[in-house]
């Protein structure tokens, strides 16, 4: 059996054991990674001469007898929106295509403190925002299971190279479900954990009180172990939650006694597809099956999830990404072009006899920054600038931000009230199957639409994680989502073991050996 059929757990007790070296493991993936992901194209970079020297380096540690950590010679890849020190930080956009932070995020210095190979940095929609992996500057990502198919965004990339085995382990974030529904499309276990529980410290914002770093793997096992080594308060971070972090990988493997299961009935009503809606039905009687009770609950507001969402995300990050201006770092205009803009208007407006107009021309640096930021945001990026803008101007703040605020706050307590009767939520977590390439580029709304069952964990701030439960009859993924109140991570791997130690759906992969 090839290394990169092997979960990461059992690719580390291979490494402990001395069966299997960090070098000839990273040198398996990188193979993987040259012969497939021309296709998948799941990576922006990767960095061989980097990943090797780090493998050898912790071969010679652990022959030397030395304390290893965690994840000691695992390979890791990284959704490019974490800065990596001296290594290019583009987060899928031209204005940070030649970017080279000066610093590590708090996620990639942990992952380094526990004995990690970073093997390269996964593509993503621009700065988050989208739900295919189309949104990049650089290229587009496939879904291993059907190459015209969309790996989900904006973790595509993070998702796709688990699917294909081009990394054991990868790390996405999730903003309003993107790390969950490419791991639904991808067939893949993907986590978001709640909000403070992994330092946000070096991820490169698009709303900050919705972001959040988590782990992508086969298994949620390798979730367990991947998550153990990233989570923990973070001083950097004024968001990170200082509470204990439990080990993660002790516990997952203790029964559930007396789970209570959560249907929430709004997860189950028109637009979900008939095959994913019979999918997770099964995988309720799976758990029921182990002796958990199932019924069903309320969650009200959760109608109001995209919208409240859509106004929130998009004010958030119209304000964080004011700072690319083209001054400081990042994409800025050619002189040559902006000279070529202004010598066009000038003869435009001489050829109208406008003498007002010409003597009012903008000359100055605002040119420079209005012409480097149209040129160095994508559609997307601009179209969510200036939904987020509009919604914060003067006379719509209160009617549109302050209100969507308000109903976040009721979408939270309509998880607080269920989760006085229920331990977990269980449902979808996308409502269809993966879709075509190109098939949403010119529909937006609907696009957005494919947030509906993950958009509301984000809101709540609480954790969620979504598992491979079935495959459709054009052969693609499906995913079920469960949701967990703030800070209940061990519950909620625990009941995804204890799901996939019943089925093999974790185990099925695309044809990309």
Known sequence: ???????????????????????????????????????????????????????????????????????????VAIKDVLCTKQWATTCGSR??????????????????????????????????????????????????????????GSSGGAAACVAGSLAPLSIGTDTGGS???????????????????VSRYGLVAFASSLDQAGPLAKTAEDIALLLEAIAGHDPLDSTSADVPTPSYTASIRRPLDGLRLGIAREHFGDGLDRQVDA??????????????????????????????????????????????????YGYRTE?????????????????????????????????????????????????RVMLGSYALSAGYYDAYYVKALKVRRLIREDYDAAFKDVDLIIGPTTATPAFKLGEMNEDPLTMYLQDLYTVSANLAGIAAISVPCGIATSGLPIGLQLQAPPFEEERLLRAAYMFQQATDWHTKKPNVQ
Not at 185 to 195: D, I, L, Q
Not at 293 to 310: C, N
Not at 359 to 366: A, G, I, K, P
Request: hydrophobic share 40%; proline share 4%; net charge neutral.
């Open 1 to 75: 059996m090839a290394v990169f059929e092997s979960t990461a757990t059992e690719l580390l007790a291979d490494l402990t054991s001395g069966a299997l070296s960090a070098a000839e493991l990273t040198r398996s993936y990188l193979e993987q990674i040259e012969k497939h992901d021309g296709a998948i194209g799941a990576f922006l970079s990767v960095d061989v001469d980097r990943a090797l020297l780090r493998a050898q380096w912790i071969d010679q540690q652990r022959r030397a007898g030395k304390q290893m950590g965690l994840l000691a010679g695992l390979p």
């Open 95 to 152: 204005m940070l295509e030649h970017f080279v932070p000066p610093y590590n995020a708090t996620v990639v210095e942990k992952l380094l403190a526990a004995g990690a190979v970073l093997i390269g940095k996964t593509n993503m929609d621009e700065f988050a925002m989208g739900g295919s992996t189309e949104n990049s500057a650089f290229k587009r990502t496939h879904n291993p299971w059907s190459l015209d198919h969309t790996p989900g």
């Open 179 to 197: 790390i969950r529904q490419p791991a639904a499309f991808c067939g893949v276990t993907g986590m978001k954990p709640t909000y403070g529980r």
């Open 279 to 328: 999918a997770v039905r099964e995988a309720i009687k799976v758990f029921e099956s182990r002796g958990a009770t199932v019924r069903e609950v309320s969650l009200p507001h959760s109608k109001y999830a995209i919208a409240t969402y859509y106004i929130i995300a998009p004010c958030e990050a119209s304000s964080n990404l004011a700072r690319y201006d083209g001054v400081h």
């Open 335 to 383: 002189e040559k072009s902006m000279l070529a803009e202004l010598a066009e208007e000038r003869r435009v407006l001489e050829a109208a006899g406008d003498r007002e107009k010409l003597e009012s021309l903008d000359t100055s640096l605002v040119r420079m920054y209005r012409k480097t930021r149209s040129e160095g945001f994508g559609a997307e990026v601009k179209r």
